[in-house]
């Protein structure tokens, strides 16, 4: 089965073909994070009409490279939520055209999902497993028990964690996307320099915007004397202290032996160390090309979790 994938969820125009889900055939794509950061985040409208000057050609392009036509493939994957409705319209509409024309099934993916199936291509990767979601807008602990049968085990009650990061690189003026300057300046600063909160949250649910407070006081506390690699490294350990101990937690709990990383915070370097540090897990991270935004994954979720839907179909901006 070959999927053609189209994800617009965000800023990030992106199409791919992937067979059974596992095997990647062709991807593109266009980032717009040159255009937003002089906004310092992503403006929806502008991303939109990105989206739209990018799209065909990028679903033309994937096709050229890996010798295909519409001919070829058994059903046109898309992005339908949680994001940007403006943005994920026009991948949908891109889709829904493809589909009708070409008369071939139009499956929808959930983007959350999505995310952690991009962990399926090029691995062996079954369920079940453990699966931390972290990203921009979602923080979320899951257990799958198959390919189609999971549970969010806890979320976060706030900001996301990579919500965190792009505030807190605001704060500090290292501009957008904060996770990866923050990343960038935590290596070089020490993360027992503060002693920053973790909130007491019961389960396996998360809080970040104390967190987030605590920084700002930290940095009007120290005024123009402050190291920023420093309270980078020490804020970026509090955040990842926080989704490993409860990440690991819950593995433990259901006695299973698979954790997988998923979303754009995934790429965190810090991160991932810790979870490979861990022995008696097999830990499966997406190369740093998946952990953010992107058709292969949305193409692999359609093999895996999606669903055959309607024309009829809208898009959604919060999950289900």
Same mark, same amino acid.
């Given at each position: 089965m070959i999927y053609l994938g189209i994800e617009t969820s965000c800023d990030e125009t992106a199409c791919a073909l992937v067979e059974d889900g596992r095997n990647l055939l062709s991807a593109k794509l266009v980032s717009q994070i040159d255009v937003h950061q002089q906004f310092g985040g992503v403006v929806p409208e502008v991303a939109a009409r990105r989206h739209l000057e990018a799209i065909n050609p990028l679903i033309d392009a994937v096709f050229d490279e890996a010798g295909l036509t519409m001919a070829d493939i058994d059903a046109v994957a898309c992005t339908v939520g949680p994001g940007l409705i403006g943005t994920l319209?026009?991948?949908?509409?891109?889709?829904?055209? /493809?589909?009708?024309?070409?008369?071939?099934?139009?499956? *929808?993916?959930? %983007?959350?999902?999505?995310?952690?199936?991009? =962990? $399926?291509?090029?691995?062996? /990767?079954?369920?079940?497993?453990?699966?931390?979601?972290? *990203?921009?807008? %979602?923080?979320?602990?899951?257990?799958?028990? =198959? $390919?189609?049968?999971?549970?969010?085990?806890?979320?976060?009650l706030d900001d996301a964690s990579g919500e965190a990061y792009d505030k807190v690189a605001r704060l500090l003026g290292l501009g957008y996307p904060g996770g990866p300057a923050v990343d960038r300046q935590a290596a070089m600063g020490n993360p027992s320099a503060f002693a920053l909160p973790e909130a007491s949250i019961?389960?396996?649910?998360?809080?970040?915007?104390?967190?987030?407070?605590?920084?700002s006081r930290l940095v009007d506390n120290l005024s123009g004397d402050m190291s920023i690699p420093d309270i980078c490294a020490s804020f970026q350990n509090a955040v990842n202290r926080a989704l490993h101990r409860k990440t690991m937690a819950a593995v433990s709990n259901l006695g299973l032996q698979?954790?997988?990383?998923?979303?754009?915070?995934?790429?965190?370097?810090?991160?991932?160390?810790?979870?490979?540090?861990?022995?008696?897990?097999?830990?499966?991270?997406?190369?740093?090309?998946?952990?953010t935004d992107n058709a292969i994954m949305v193409a692999s979720a359609a093999h895996f979790t999606g669903q055959a839907v309607p024309l009829s179909v809208g898009a959604y901006s919060r999950q289900h």
């Amino acid at each position: 089965m070959i999927y053609l994938g189209i994800e617009t969820s965000c800023d990030e125009t992106a199409c791919a073909l992937v067979e059974d889900g596992r095997n990647l055939l062709s991807a593109k794509l266009v980032s717009q994070i040159d255009v937003h950061q002089q906004f310092g985040g992503v403006v929806p409208e502008v991303a939109a009409r990105r989206h739209l000057e990018a799209i065909n050609p990028l679903i033309d392009a994937v096709f050229d490279e890996a010798g295909l036509t519409m001919a070829d493939i058994d059903a046109v994957a898309c992005t339908v939520g949680p994001g940007l409705i403006g943005t994920l319209l026009v991948g949908l509409s891109a889709a829904k055209c /493809l589909a009708w024309s070409y008369d071939k099934p139009l499956i *929808s993916v959930d %983007h959350i999902l999505a995310h952690v199936c991009a =962990n $399926y291509v090029g691995t062996d /990767l079954e369920p079940p497993f453990v699966a931390l979601v972290v *990203s921009g807008g %979602h923080t979320q602990i899951m257990h799958f028990k =198959n $390919y189609q049968d999971y549970e969010i085990l806890g979320q976060t009650l706030d900001d996301a964690s990579g919500e965190a990061y792009d505030k807190v690189a605001r704060l500090l003026g290292l501009g957008y996307p904060g996770g990866p300057a923050v990343d960038r300046q935590a290596a070089m600063g020490n993360p027992s320099a503060f002693a920053l909160p973790e909130a007491s949250i019961p389960g396996y649910d998360f809080s970040f915007s104390g967190l987030k407070t605590a920084v700002s006081r930290l940095v009007d506390n120290l005024s123009g004397d402050m190291s920023i690699p420093d309270i980078c490294a020490s804020f970026q350990n509090a955040v990842n202290r926080a989704l490993h101990r409860k990440t690991m937690a819950a593995v433990s709990n259901l006695g299973l032996q698979k954790i997988v990383l998923a979303g754009g915070v995934a790429a965190n370097r810090d991160l991932r160390d810790r979870f490979e540090r861990e022995v008696g897990v097999k830990l499966y991270r997406p190369t740093l090309d998946l952990c953010t935004d992107n058709a292969i994954m949305v193409a692999s979720a359609a093999h895996f979790t999606g669903q055959a839907v309607p024309l009829s179909v809208g898009a959604y901006s919060r999950q289900h």
